[in-house]
């Protein structure tokens, strides 16, 4: 089993609040993602990092952002919630080999009111 | 820009039919993965296929990858109600910038009627 972590599991909030997402792995991955899939849909990847210091956008535009200071850690702010924000997020992990398999944390269902 | 589709969307089974998806690039792919969605839960890891032609089994999950690299299935035999979600493939961001990018398809969703 991945060790692939998120918290929170479910968020709440209201309109303009400043939410932080966590996505922590144990497997020393270097390359990390994060994708927004609402349910039923298909994946979206909105960021992703290839290490340390190293963070890209992904192919759907997203206000959130991301920061690589630690390899096993690579949370994603949103500054001011929207309801149009509520979604899945899910973060994921792989070697830095290409193409190589992601494991996905359980994701973080946001519901912004 | 490169796409990666998949058909069916949906398809509902009686428990012990057989099931398929297809999966299909607008560009060649150097290898091609599957991934398994439970309702409610995160996309898993099943298989990745590399060489032209290549044809994989995981009990009674048959996994094809097309002459040509541009297509893929899954095929499930006898299916049982354990086999509910929605099967993604993923194929790499054809772009050399983009190499280490994932692309994947939009899904089909699986329901076994028991």
């Known amino acids: 089993e991945a060790d692939i972590y998120q918290t929170p599991r479910y968020l709440v909030i209201g309109t303009g609040k400043k939410i932080t997402l966590e996505c922590s792995q144990t497997?020393?991955?270097?390359?990390m993602y994060w994708y927004q899939q609402d349910p039923g849909m298909e994946l979206h990847l909105i960021h992703y990092?290839?290490?340390?210091?190293?963070?890209e956008k992904g192919d759907l535009s997203s206000e959130s952002t991301v920061s690589r200071i630690r390899t096993e850690h690579f949370p994603l702010t949103l500054e001011s919630a929207r309801p149009s924000h509520t979604s899945q997020y899910l973060c994921?992990?792989?070697?830095?080999?290409?193409?190589?398999?992601?494991?996905f944390g359980p994701g973080t269902r946001l519901t912004v009111t | 820009g490169q796409q990666v589709m998949q058909i069916p969307q949906y398809q509902h089974v009686q428990e012990g039919e057989d099931f398929t998806t297809y999966c299909n690039s607008s560009t060649t792919l150097s290898n091609i993965q599957w991934y398994k969605q439970r309702p409610g839960g995160h996309p898993v890891f099943l298989i990745q296929?590399?060489?032209?032609?290549e044809v994989k089994k995981q009990k009674r999950l048959t996994f094809q990858f097309g002459e040509a690299k541009k297509n893929s299935s899954l095929h499930i035999t006898a299916t049982q109600t354990t086999d509910v979600g929605t099967y993604f493939c993923?194929?790499?961001?054809?772009?050399?910038?983009?190499?280490?990018?994932?692309?994947f398809g939009p899904g089909t969703s699986l329901s076994v009627i028991p």
């Open positions: 497997m020393g991955h270097d390359k």
């Open positions: 990092s290839y290490g340390v210091n190293s963070t």
């Open positions: 296929l590399v060489k032209s032609g």
């Open positions: 993923a194929g790499p961001n054809a772009m050399k910038t983009s190499y280490d990018k994932v692309i």
């Open positions: 994921a992990s792989s070697e830095i080999t290409s193409f190589r398999e992601q494991y």
